[in-house]
């Protein structure tokens, strides 16, 4: 007499292929991605159990064959989902320090909302910058680090996406980068620009990059840039401006650190505190900015201006030379402009700071 089989049950004691599955995947999913492998395990393994009430001559063929199917189950749904790549969280790279007109961020990817950029935001690693008609200042920085980062800035019509603290590639238009004040590692460069005709890389300098349809132009301030094309490796030490072609052929042309082309450069740099700061740090913030050498009428007058204590409203966004004339006539202080040297008088040639402040104050209480 035939006696009917009772339902299988699985053994409380046997060993769990989901269990065991689970723990052999080095990167584990996420909880909804784990939950839907558990599901389609179990599914497979239920069915196993089924196939083996039909065939219980061979219970170690079918166990193999259902924990076979479990693993195959299990595979191709992570492999579809792809929760075996590893997910890297952006980090930030920069703080924008200064913005004129609209600068969009485009994001990180190609379906990214683009956002408006504003003083104190963050930028994140791989994000794209786009300045449209706008100019930005950047400062490449972690936002956790308390050391000074890198100055970036990028002028109209430029787009760059930020790879990191020490790279950045440039799809077109122009940057500026000062290392200047920046406390970065002790390494021979500081910053790699990449771009379509080569990689720029600075050794402790303050230099332009700007890529043209058919040439990439590095000039350098001071310091020296290295440009690497293909194989080739060229040099340009500071007051130098190379040219580089699709073909990897160059040209040098001198320019001075206070050409006219580097002005873009000072409308979106960091401006200036003018209450509190005195004369002297003034000018060397305005020689560090415009390229200009700095002097004085007297020694006497440069001594004194240490001492010279400013006023008024910051500075920022200006022209270097009408910023310099206003500070100069806001303090009653006369100067010279020539060729790129600022002569720095006080009332008269035979005047001193001493004499001009003396007189400055006696028409303000007058």
Partial sequence: MDHQQSPERPDPHAVDPVAMLLRAT?????????ERVRASVHAAWHE?????????RYPILALAAGITIAVLAAWLLLSRTGSTETHITPTTVATVTTVEGQVLNLGAAENSVARVLNAGDTIRSDERIQTGQGRVGLRLEDGVSVVRGIEVRLDTKTELRIAGLDTVT?????????????EIPATPHALAV???????????TRFTVRLEEQSLRVAVRDGEVEVEHGTDLHRAPGGTALVLDPEGGTTRSPIEPYDPTWAWTTRIGPGFELDGASLAEFLDWLSHESGWTVSYGSQDLAGQARSWELNGPPIQGMELEEALAMVMRTNALDFELDHGMV???????DGDLEDTRNNRVGSASG
């Fill in 48 to 56: 196993s159990l089924a196939e083996r009430r039909g065939q219980h």
């Fill in 194 to 204: 990449v771009t379509p005709f080569g990689t720029a890389r600075d050794i402790g």
């Fill in 343 to 349: 002569t720095i008088l006080g009332d008269s040639e």
């Fill in 26 to 34: 080095r990167d584990e999913p996420d909880a909804r991605r784990r």
């Fill in 170 to 182: 440039l799809a077109r238009g122009a940057l500026y980068v000062d290392t200047d004040g920046a």
